[in-house]
């Protein structure tokens, strides 16, 4: 009965470990996301002046 408690508790803690894993990954891929949206926004700015400068 003792041995069963200890193994869910191993269980669970392996559980544990994924789901914060899964949190972490889940910040990189956020953080990827908001690179990926600052390196657009630049582009979009460059173009912008590309643009404003061409028509001078």
Do not use: P, T
């Not at 910040?27 to 996301?33: E, N, W």
């Not at 390196?39 to 460059?46: D, E, G, H, M, V």
Request: hydrophobic share 60%; proline share 0%; no cysteine.
């Amino acid at each position: 009965m003792q041995g069963d408690a200890l193994a869910l508790s191993a269980d669970a803690l392996v559980l544990s470990a994924d789901a914060l894993a899964l949190s972490a990954d889940a910040l990189v891929l956020s953080g990827d996301a908001l690179v990926l949206q600052g390196i657009a926004k630049f582009n979009s700015l460059r173009i912008n002046e590309m643009l404003y400068l061409a028509q001078l």
